[in-house]
Structure formats: C-alpha cells, structure tokens
C-alpha cells in the first residue's frame, strides 16, 4: 500500500466532506480549523498534496460548471471510490494505533463523522489495548532499571510518557462513552 502523509490525509478528508472541493475552499478550511499551527500545512503542500491523490487515483478534478467573470474556471475535487476506502483505512488506523503526541490522531478524530459509530467505538477500543500495551512496556523497562530506586532524571524518562499515556487513556475512555451514548447504545446489537 502507498504511504499516505498527513497533508494527504486531511485533504482526503476534506473533500469527503464538502463532497466536492476546490483548493481555495481547502485552504479556508485549513484556515479556519487551525490545521498550519500544529500540522503545518502550507498552500504549496496543499497543491503537492492534491497532484498527489490524482496520481494515486484517489481524487478526481471536474470544472466547476457555472463560470464567474474572467478567471479560470474552479478545478473541484471529489474522492473517487478507491480514495473512499482508503480514507476509511487511514482513519480507523490512526484512531486506533497512532503513538501518542501523534499529529494522526487527531487528524482521525477531525474524521469521526466520515466513518459509522460502531467502527469509530471499535478503533477506539483498539487504541485503548494499545496504549496499555505502550504502558506496560515502558513500566517493565522502567522496573528492570531500577524503577522508585532510579535518580529523577531517569526517572522522569519513564514517568513522563507513562502520565501522557494515562491522561491519553482517560481521554479515549471518555470519548468512546459519549460516542456511544450519542447512538443510544452501549455498543452492543440488541
């Protein structure tokens, strides 16, 4: 499968979600949403990004039909069937095992309305074993070393990544139950 970079997989999104997208309406989402503080995203990316999905199939450009004025006409974008399922991939591969600090995973949680309750819940779920997984790794290198006994410097190595990824847990936990509340369903099918 080709890798797929940040900026790919929030256009992906993005037009998904306006159906259709020029890059200029791209741009003003970016704008808006914040997206060039933490995930730098530039104009010149957006337009790399775009020429990108077109090669790999995943978008195709349509003229925008009504012509204003005397500029070029609008190139807008919509997700083909195979950028369809892919988005779909990548979002539930970024909510349920992206590291922690990880820009992906929060580019997955920009995504939740694209993919069904059920399978956001069931990518959640997997993120929670994978965090404990995380946790219980570091805990074991961080006894083997020493643990309580360690200087704080070294200490704080372990214990640092270990509180991010509990507050992380905590977090996941919280968003699975509103998610599933928001259903009307404790996940499971009567």
């Known amino acids: 499968m080709h890798s797929i970079s940040n900026v790919e997989f929030m256009l992906l999104q993005m037009i998904a979600e306006c159906r259709q997208a020029s890059g200029y309406d791209i741009k003003k989402l970016v704008d808006q949403r914040g997206y060039l503080e933490w995930a730098n995203i530039g104009t010149t990316s957006i337009y790399a990004g775009l020429k990108k999905l077109s090669e790999k199939g995943w978008i195709i450009s349509e003229e925008a039909g009504m012509k204003f004025g005397k500029g070029p006409v609008p190139v807008r974008f919509a997700l083909t069937e195979a950028g369809m399922a892919r988005l779909k991939y990548e979002i539930l591969g970024s909510l349920s095992s992206s590291r922690e600090r990880d820009h992906r995973f929060d580019l997955g949680l920009a995504a939740l309305p694209l993919i069904g309750k059920e399978e956001a819940a069931a990518a959640l779920r997997k ?64």
């Open 127 to 190: 993120r929670l074993d994978f965090l404990q997984e995380a946790s219980a790794t570091i805990r074991q290198k961080y006894e083997a070393q020493g643990g309580v006994r360690l200087p704080l410097n070294v200490r704080a190595l372990f214990l640092h990544p270990l509180s991010l990824i509990e507050s992380e847990r905590a977090f996941v936990s919280g968003l699975m139950n509103e998610l599933l509340e928001e259903t009307g369903e404790d996940g499971h099918h009567h």
